[in-house]
Nanobody
Framework: QVQLVESGGGLVQAGGSLGLSCAAS????????MGWYRQAPGKQRELVAI???????NYADSVKGRFTISRDNAKNTVYLQMNSLKPEDTAIYYC???????????????WGQGTQVTVSS
């Protein structure tokens, strides 16, 4: 089976930095697109950043210039480097991945369990 495991969340003061990582485990797949979403209490889940298999990145306007998404295909891992953090960045951050099954050519979407990021002022 395929699993996505996030790590790197925690508590940080405004202006600080945190790095998140998400590793996909399993076999028989390749990763098409990976991304990060976040959800704050009482708010809808929103896209933070996505990165394609060609390493083209796209960011939400609210994080552009502060966050950087990257990936290591050999490790099946996506990263999110968060700098200049603001209290409004506080949320649960979820990793997602669109996977392609190697032998069947079908696509499946997977989500991680989420990791809490809290930014204090």
């Amino acid at each position: 089976q395929v699993q996505l495991v996030e790590s790197g969340g925690g508590l940080v003061q405004a202006g600080g930095s945190l790095g998140l990582s998400c590793a996909a485990s399993g076999s028989g797949f390749s990763i098409n697109t990976m991304g990060w979403y976040r959800q704050a209490p009482g708010k809808q889940r929103e896209l933070v950043a996505i990165i394609t298999d060609g390493r083209s990145a796209n960011y939400a306007d609210s994080v552009k210039g502060r966050f950087t998404i990257s990936r290591d295909n050999a490790k099946n891992t996506v990263y999110l480097q968060m700098n200049s953090l603001k209290p409004e960045d506080t949320a649960i951050y979820y990793c997602n991945a669109l996977l392609r099954r190697t032998w069947y050519g079908t696509y499946e979407a997977y989500w991680g369990q989420g990791t809490q990021v809290t930014v204090s002022s």
